[in-house]
């Protein structure tokens, strides 16, 4: 069976907008980088109507400069430092402005502690729907709830299921004053968090506890998961305040914290009394966090002190953490731990744990103990089906791989190929639609979207995005999408067609745009084009421009030591730091990086995509101590991005070779086997860190 994706018709233009599938021998014309373009001389027909359809977009595809854009971003510099003369000078310029709510919106934002309820609503009402009044509400209720005025708050607040948490306490603080402490029982959920809540919460949770509806055991628990969690600040702020037999002293806090490991091998506690109990186990996940097997002869020496709860506890604690830094005894250190109430992360990891000794059997039985929705994740219905046909139930597995082979991603391209097939995606593009393509680019949030774009407010233009395409269907989704790719919003165009659930779009989804920069850099390398285009749709959606908080920059998101270095290996002696988001330099570096280490882990696409995105030192050192199966690797990445990042990219790729028409290669083969630890690649070079 193979994959048939409907061929869409060339569009009209650069290389940039040609996307869909082209049988072999065809290609397109001026795009060598196309299947048999060097001999093509001729494109599909292309009718009256799409023509016109394209040049009607070309009239908004590339808006004018809009006058007032340098008093906007005045108005923005004047907000971001706080002065508020200028931005009152400034504001009056941006009437009629596409992006003038932003200019009232920051206006309002700096003296919100003294702006009244009629200017608050005349905003809300002038720009009603749009993320800054949503943001505005969600501002004035807070400042409103920190001051008690509770009349105005009760005449704006309306329940949203996206509130956060310090606007949900002001709301209960609200109700309290109606309903009297009854209120009080909607605060105790909020209770329960792994990390410190807003200062609004602070008396419904004292009110609670005086009352004794928080218990000194609620109190313990969350003490327990701002531990586990690693808050800290949390945790001891938790414990110093618990009765006398359950406290821990910010002194004892101290004297661990200057080496847990040592305290815990000490093991000077308070054995008769739960605080002391609770300080040992404090000490044994601080170690453990960084060295479960060093930690390990400590914990079992001094364990016997434990009542059974605690010591199944931090059999668990120690087990975990031992699945996380991939020790090959991880899986026996749960099975001490049976009985304990394990958490999603743990059973999580046992599973991992499992994989990596590969006991089936201990598979399917911690599987077995998810609750329904977590066991219904893509990853545990597929080593379920995996743990099933191990075992010898074979018809019990491969109902559940039909299942999961409708599904287009990592699983379902592995559960397609268990079953000896090949995933089928088939694309339905929208036919053009001149008018509700015209209709969409006119409204006023996709105006600001855009514009914001073009300002480089990528934060805020995303966020006007998502407001104009929340709740559209499939039709209107995919419209959008190829809206936003003409805009050359491609990040947009791409998650919006992701978003569709019946009517597909994998021209959209999988967008190659700058193709003749991927083809030329990766034939220059000899890098798998399509691996390069599932690297960059993942690092970076194609936004030439972008920065990650890390100081990744490009296409390629290239680090500016790793390009420093790229560029001496390949005797770039003209290279220049400014060069590292040009198009052609971004990706012949970001191909080289690839191929580099491609070559020196194995020619295994899973550990260099590992290795681009978290380091070549942690995709040597996630290695077994024997050979793995590529697919349990990738499962048993510690990192979650990373792991979430590689299985992206494999499944990614395996769509970009289509859409290019190469020979299908199944995945489960690219996953291929990794050699254990040790064996394979050169250490890598200090200089490159990704």
């Keep these: 069976m193979s994959i048939n994706f409907s061929i869409r018709t060339a569009r009209i233009g650069s290389c940039d907008g040609v996307h869909g599938i082209f049988s072999a021998g065809r290609g397109v014309p001026g795009c060598p980088w196309m299947p048999g373009s060097p001999t093509m001389t001729t494109v599909p027909p292309i009718s009256f109507a799409v023509f016109a359809y394209a040049l ?4 908004f595809a590339v808006p004018a400069v ?13 907000f971001d430092r706080g002065d508020r003369v200028r931005l009152d000078m400034v504001a009056p310029k941006l009437s009629g402005h596409v992006l003038q709510p932003y200019a009232a919106y920051w206006q309002l934002k700096l003296r919100l502690d003294t702006a009244t309820d009629d200017e608050v609503r005349a905003f809300l009402v002038r720009w009603p729907q749009t993320p800054l009044a949503d943001r505005l509400r969600a501002d004035w209720l807070k400042a409103l709830g920190k001051r008690g005025q509770w009349t105005s708050f009760a005449a704006e607040y309306a329940p949203s299921a996206g509130e956060d948490v310090e606007l949900a306490c002001y ?3 609200y109700r309290r004053q109606a309903d009297g402490d009854a209120a009080l029982a909607a605060a105790k959920v909020l209770w329960f968090a792994n990390k410190a809540t807003p200062d609004a919460c602070e008396p ?5 506890i005086a009352k004794g509806s928080i218990s000194v055991e609620d109190r313990r628990l969350r003490y327990r998961m701002a531990t586990e969690a690693g808050s800290v600040r949390l945790a001891q702020a938790i414990a110093v305040d618990l009765p006398p037999a359950e406290r821990i002293t910010a002194g004892e806090f101290a004297q661990v914290e200057k080496n847990p490991a040592m305290a815990l091998a000490k093991g000077d506690f308070r054995w008769r009394q739960q605080g002391g109990r609770d300080l040992a186990l404090y000490a044994l996940e601080r170690a453990a966090r960084s060295d479960a097997a060093g930690v390990r002869a400590a914990w079992v020496r001094e364990r016997v002190r434990l009542p059974v709860a605690d010591r199944l506890y931090g059999n668990a604690r120690i087990a975990f953490h031992a699945a996380r830094q991939l020790n090959p005894g991880a899986l026996d250190w749960f099975r001490e731990a049976d009985g304990a109430v394990l958490s999603e992360a743990q059973r999580a990891w046992r599973t991992r744990a499992a994989l990596r000794a590969g006991d089936w059997p201990d598979v399917l039985a911690t599987i077995g103990t998810m609750p329904a929705i977590e066991a219904q994740d893509s990853a545990w219905r597929f080593w379920k089906a995996r743990a099933l046909s191990a075992t010898g139930k074979v018809g ?5 791989f039909a299942e999961l082979s409708s599904e287009y991603g990592f699983y379902g391209l ?27 680019a006119a409204r006023s949030g996709v105006a600001r979207a855009v514009k914001l774009a073009q300002l480089d407010m990528r934060t805020e233009s995303q966020r006007e995005w998502f407001y104009a395409v929340r709740g559209l269907p499939d039709d209107g989704l995919l419209l959008a999408a190829e809206y936003a790719r003409r805009e050359g919003l491609y990040d947009r165009a791409i998650n919006t067609a992701d978003r569709t659930s019946a009517r597909h779009d994998f021209g959209l989804r999988f967008l190659m745009p700058y193709r003749e920069q991927f083809a030329a850099a990766a034939k220059e390398q000899g890098v798998d084009v399509a691996l390069l285009f599932a690297i960059a749709r993942q690092e970076s959606r194609f936004a030439t421009d972008i920065v990650s908080s890390a100081g990744a920059v490009g296409l390629m998101q290239l680090m500016p030591p790793t390009a420093r270095w790229v560029a001496k290996q390949l005797n770039r002696a003209d290279y220049r730091p400014s060069q590292i988001s040009d198009i052609a330099i971004n990706t012949q570096f970001g191909a080289f990086y690839l191929k580099y280490w491609f070559d020196r882990l194995d020619r295994v696409p899973a550990l260099a995509a590992a290795a681009y995105n978290a380091g070549p030192g942690r995709a040597q050192a996630w290695r077994g101590t024997g050979a793995l199966e590529g697919a349990i690797w990738v499962e048993t990445i510690p ?32 996953l291929g086997t990794v050699a254990a630890r040790g064996v394979g690649a050169d250490a890598p070079p200090t200089a490159v860190v990704n």
């Design 396 to 400: 019990e597995a491969n109902a559940l």
């Design 66 to 78: 809009a006058q007032g854009d340098t008093d906007f971003l005045a108005a923005r510099s004047a």
């Design 56 to 59: 009607t977009l070309a009239s």
């Design 171 to 173: 709301a209960i603080q």
């Design 414 to 440: 592995l559960a397609a190929e268990a079953l000896g097939k090949r995933l089928e995606p088939k694309s339905a593009p929208l036919p053009p639609d001149v008018e509700g393509t015209a209709a969409f």
């Design 639 to 670: 990192f979650n991005e990373t792991r979430d990042y590689v299985k992206k990219v494999l499944a990614n790729a395996m769509l970009y070779a289509h859409l290019l028409d190469q020979a299908y290669v199944p995945l489960s083969q690219r």
């Design 204 to 208: 419904l949770f004292a009110a609670l």
